[in-house]
């Protein structure tokens, strides 16, 4: 399970949603062997007044907030980041210094999923990777 928030100027992310939303998950599927159809993605194209970010970035500085059940090795975690990295940049032209990316993990016991707390339900893929 992992949901995925995407930040970024409105006049930048909005034609690039598909385009980002495909690369993502590409990497969710590598790096933490999700199945293809586990994808829960969205999308917060924010007004310019809105969206304060240090000098050095470009008007395509996006951020991407990953939440997802704890489980996954760091080698895991730092394989997603790699990805996201070089996939994002050769699919939407974000280069590495424009793109932040951050990974809250939360127990199990903390998520609601289809009635059940998370620990409770049987999933059809591995968590722990």
Known sequence: MGQVKI???ETRLNPLKVTLSE???SCM???FRLPPDKKF???FPMEKENFMFPEGRSDRYTIIEISMFEGRSPQA???LIELLFRR???AAGIEPNDLEITIFETPK???GIRGLPAD???LNYEVDV
Do not use: C
Request: aromatic fraction near 16%; glycine fraction near 4%; charged fraction near 40%.
């Open 7 to 9: 930040y970024g100027l």
């Open 23 to 25: 690369a993502v998950h």
């Open 29 to 31: 599927v590598e790096a």
């Open 41 to 43: 993605h969205r999308f």
């Open 77 to 79: 975690k730092k394989r």
């Open 88 to 90: 994002v940049f050769e």
């Open 109 to 111: 016991t903390d998520w």
């Open 120 to 122: 409770e339900l049987r």
